[in-house]
C-alpha cells in the first residue's frame, strides 16, 4: 500500500497513465499562457511583446499553458511567493499549423495543468508563429514586492519608462 505521504502523487500520476491529450478541433490560431516572473515580463518588453526569451541553459523546454486558470495559479502561487515577488499571466496567439505539433502533456489535474513542451532549440520557429503581439492578462505580487503594478495594464511601474519598451497594441 502506498504511504500517506505519496497517495497525492499516485492519485495525480497513476501508473500506466497516458499523460497527453490529442488536439481537438482548432481554428487557424491557438491561444496560449505563460506565467512569467519580473525578469522574464522585462524581456518580453524589451522584444516589443512580439517574441519569448530564449531559454536558460539549465532550461530545456519552454511550457505554455493552455488555459488562464493555469498560468495564474503558476503566477499567482509560485511568482508570487519567491524572489522579486511578483507573477504575471501573459496571453498570445500562435498559428494552429506550430503549436498542434506539440502534444498536449497533463502535468496534474487533466482539466486545467495542461501544457506544452516546445524544446528549447525550436523556440525561434515559435516565436515566428506567434500572432501579433503578448498581452498582459493578470498580475500578482507577494508582500515583499517593491514597487506598484498598474492595475489596468498590469505593468510594473518602471518597466516602460524607454519609448522602445512601449506597447504596440
Not at 494552429?96 to 523556440?123: C, D, F, K, M, N
Not at 505580487?141 to 498590469?154: K, L, N, R
Amino acid at each position: 500500500m502506498a504511504s500517506r505521504d505519496s497517495r497525492w502523487l499516485h492519485a495525480l500520476f497513476p501508473e500506466n497513465a497516458d499523460r497527453t491529450l490529442p488536439w481537438g478541433e482548432v481554428g487557424a490560431h491557438v491561444t496560449l499562457y505563460r506565467p512569467v516572473g519580473l525578469a522574464e515580463l522585462r524581456l518580453l518588453a524589451l522584444s516589443g511583446w512580439q517574441a519569448l526569451p530564449p531559454r536558460l541553459p539549465d532550461q530545456p523546454i519552454f511550457y505554455p499553458v493552455l488555459n488562464f486558470a493555469y498560468a495564474e495559479e503558476i503566477a499567482r502561487d509560485w511568482n508570487a511567493k519567491t524572489a522579486p515577488w511578483a507573477g504575471f499571466v501573459t496571453r498570445f496567439d500562435v498559428r494552429a499549423e506550430v503549436a498542434t505539433r506539440y502534444e498536449i502533456q497533463v502535468v496534474g489535474s487533466e482539466q486545467t495543468h495542461q501544457e506544452l513542451w516546445v524544446p528549447a532549440e525550436e523556440l525561434d520557429a515559435f516565436n515566428a508563429a506567434i500572432i501579433g503581439c503578448i498581452d498582459v492578462l493578470a498580475s500578482y505580487v507577494g508582500p515583499a514586492f517593491e514597487g506598484s503594478v498598474d492595475p489596468v495594464t498590469h505593468l510594473p511601474s518602471g518597466l516602460l519608462e524607454h519609448s522602445a519598451l512601449s506597447r504596440t497594441t
